[in-house]
């Protein structure tokens, strides 16, 4: 047997075996193990040297000579170069991980050569033997480099995560990004690179690889998680400036996000928390759909209320300017990002112009009237005044006319006239005329309205409805408003939401021959409830309690829209956790319902927590209701009490139904049909 042994043949070794040689010239190798048993689990041995009298020595001072029975051997594997010299009475053995080693190279001698290897702590350690150490020496040299580079690789992931995590505590959420780019990569290239050197070399990289890939996958869901939450503040954020197409990316990118971060199979964010991130984007991003014709239709009703023709012709135009911004949305139907109909807008966009000019139209006129108040008193300054603030309305009147309705321009324009001429000097000297804009300076009567004034020029904040320091009241509103009798009638009386809402419910109707069998029309067409056992409360509990969750979403939105509000069935499916968005267009209150039917099991506190959650962090939503024909356990009712939700039990609603016109679209049970238990 040679002093170097290929240990890579394939064959069996007896050395690896055995203690000792069999035959003539025999021997003992070891006192102790054979070398076979220094392997650890996977280990795989490359290389066996052997001398019989040198041993190992290391440039310390270290030295193993085997005893004069004995030899010293020198095992090299896919891990280390295992030292082992033969003593009486027990061998001893060192060892160097490859990963440690720096340096491999060969020494001749006039009877032996020596293997030397130099390690990171600047070790020296030489095996002589009688053998050519070259090939041992070349091995090592590969294998060393392999197992540095491989160890480097780590390394680099190792401090490219924690750049990461300094850069995400600092709020620089690109950088991070930047840190882990390639970063499982680099670890697959490790522990692909490793491989080549043996299944013991492979498993401690490979340990060490799964440590950093777990903290590589903490890091990317937290990042995902960043990029969602970040995304989510943005939205809201463009929502609050009514930035509502740039409101609907960002929410779509935050649900993205959050849903990336939940396919990272990581441990931070925790799952819980991000599904409540995402619970509450998609809720909102649902309530946003309606949003924008819900903030528009507060300004149209805002407009409505106003008795000043001048703060409601601006508040009409600041409604105009939100439904020409609706009309740049992307309204469809199931795949686009608002609901609406885009006609209904335009047309509701026309209206709304139309009532701003008219508003304008008759705040100039009323202006032009207060003018004349003070011009017959003498008060010239504060005439002037008065007269510019007039000459501006009918100006607005003009440029929203020239727009949108031509053919009003004309008698806008007779009122600029009357004004200019007002500011002209052609003023009422003696009396007040009925018709301001159509006064003529030689039809005043002889006869004067007013009584003289001693009090200053000056005005400030000046109003219709302000009488200053006069004893006379000078500013008085109108008792015939412009829209009797030149805009429209009833301005802003039926809303885009109105109509939108209407078409809804004919859609509803759409297809069915007529009532149905618990269903007849009363005479002003309204649906109502003639189910010979409708008046039994105990038989609407039982087609309540039988009704499916689908059909019970419709029969509650059916409920909300008697009462006046507006609602759209969003449905219970994916992150929306609720079925219905209703919106109250009076009070701008928005209600998110949960429909649960029998089969839904129990309202649990669970439940309520979840809706509240919903709620809190949602975007517009004010509160929960929970509408349910199952049961509901005591916690939940105690939960909600504290929390903004509202149960509405099996009781309530039949209730409910059962003072609407509702109650006639519960299915009838079939002969012999029982509830949902």
């Given at each position: 047997m040679g002093t170097i042994i290929d240990l890579t043949d394939g064959q069996d070794h007896e050395i690896l075996e055995r203690t000792e040689a069999d035959g003539l010239f025999g021997g003992e190798y070891l006192d102790g193990r054979p070398l076979g048993e220094y392997l650890r689990e996977g280990e795989q041995p490359k290389y066996v040297l052997r001398n019989k009298k040198s041993g190992v020595t290391v440039d310390d001072g270290r030295s193993l000579e085997p005893d004069?029975?004995?030899?010293?051997?020198?095992?090299?594997?896919?891990?280390?170069?295992?030292?082992?010299?033969?003593q009486a009475g027990g061998d001893d053995s060192l060892s160097v991980r490859l990963p440690d080693i720096v340096g491999v190279s060969t020494e001749s001698g006039l009877r032996s050569n020596t293997l030397v290897i130099e390690t990171l702590a600047d070790e020296r350690w030489s095996f002589p033997s009688t053998g050519d150490p070259e090939p041992v020496a070349a091995y090592l040299e590969d294998a060393t480099q392999v197992w540095a580079n491989a160890a480097r690789l780590l390394d680099d992931v190792e401090e490219t995560l924690s750049r990461a995590e300094e850069a995400m505590a600092s709020d620089e959420h690109e950088a991070a990004r930047e840190h882990v780019d390639g970063a499982r990569?680099?670890?697959?290239?490790?522990?692909?690179?490793?491989?080549?050197?043996?299944?013991?070399?492979?498993?401690?990289?490979?340990?060490?690889?799964?440590?950093?890939?777990?903290?590589?996958?903490d890091v990317e869901r937290e990042l995902a998680g960043g990029d969602g939450a970040r995304a989510h503040a943005q939205a809201q954020t463009h929502w609050q400036r009514d930035e509502y197409e740039a409101a609907a990316e960002s929410y779509d990118r935050a649900i993205e996000s959050y849903r990336e971060a939940l396919d990272i199979d990581g441990s931070t964010p925790s799952t819980e928390s991000l599904e409540e991130r995402l619970r509450g984007a998609a809720a909102e991003r649902e309530l946003l759909r309606v949003g924008p014709l819900v903030d528009a239709d507060t300004s149209r009703r805002r407009a409505v209320a106003l008795a000043d023709p001048e703060d409601a012709a601006s508040e009409w135009e600041r409604a105009l300017d939100r439904y020409h911004d609706l009309l740049s949305l992307d309204w469809g139907d199931e795949g686009g990002q608002f609901v609406a109909d885009r006609e209904v807008i335009r047309e509701q966009t026309t209206e709304i112009a139309d009532d701003a000019v008219s508003d304008h139209y008759e705040a100039g006129r009323q202006w032009l009237r207060s003018g004349d108040k003070l011009a017959v008193q003498d008060r010239d300054k504060q005439a002037t005044q008065v007269y510019e603030r007039a000459a501006e309305q009918f100006e607005h009147a003009h440029t929203l006319a020239s727009e949108i309705a031509p053919d009003r321009t004309e008698t806008i324009e007779t009122a600029i006239t009357a004004a200019e001429d007002r500011l002209a000097g052609v003023r009422p000297e003696r009396s007040v005329p009925d018709d301001p804009i159509g006064f003529e300076p030689e039809e005043e009567d002889d006869e004067t309205e007013t009584e003289t004034d001693d009090s200053g020029d000056e005005m400030d904040d000046l109003s219709f409805h302000d009488s200053g320091s006069t004893a006379t009241q000078v500013y008085e509103p109108s008792q015939t408003t412009a829209t009797g009798s030149f805009g429209r009638e009833n301005p802003g009386t039926e809303s885009v939401l109105d109509r939108i809402q209407a078409?809804?419910?004919?859609?509803?109707e759409t297809g069915r021959e007529g009532p149905t069998s618990a269903e007849s029309e009363s005479g002003d067409g309204t649906v109502v409830d003639t189910d010979p056992a409708a008046g039994s409360p105990d038989r609407l509990r039982e087609r309540v309690k039988a009704v499916g969750t689908a059909d019970l979403r419709d029969i509650v939105a059916r409920l909300w829209e008697r009462k006046g509000w507006k609602t759209s069935v969003v449905g219970a499916g994916g992150e929306v956790v609720y079925d219905v968005v209703a919106v109250d267009t009076e009070t701008e209150e928005r209600h998110l319902l949960w429909i649960i039917d029998a089969d839904g099991g129990p309202v649990d506190r669970t439940v309520i927590r979840q809706c509240a959650t919903t709620v809190e962090d949602g975007q517009g939503s004010d509160e929960a209701v929970v509408v349910t024909t199952g049961s509901v356990t005591p916690s939940a009712e105690s939960e909600a009490e504290n929390a903004p939700v509202s149960i509405v039990g099996l009781s309530e609603l039949v209730d409910r139904l059962a003072e609407s016109s509702v109650a006639g679209a519960v299915p009838s049970l079939e002969d012999g049909e029982s509830p949902q238990t």
């Open positions: 004069s029975n004995f030899q010293a051997f020198a095992l090299v594997t896919d891990l280390r170069v295992i030292f082992v010299v033969g990569q680099t670890i697959d290239t490790a522990v692909h690179r490793i491989s080549e050197v043996g299944p013991a070399a492979h498993q401690r990289i490979a340990g060490r690889a799964e440590e950093l890939g777990s903290w590589l996958t078409q809804k419910q004919a859609r509803a």
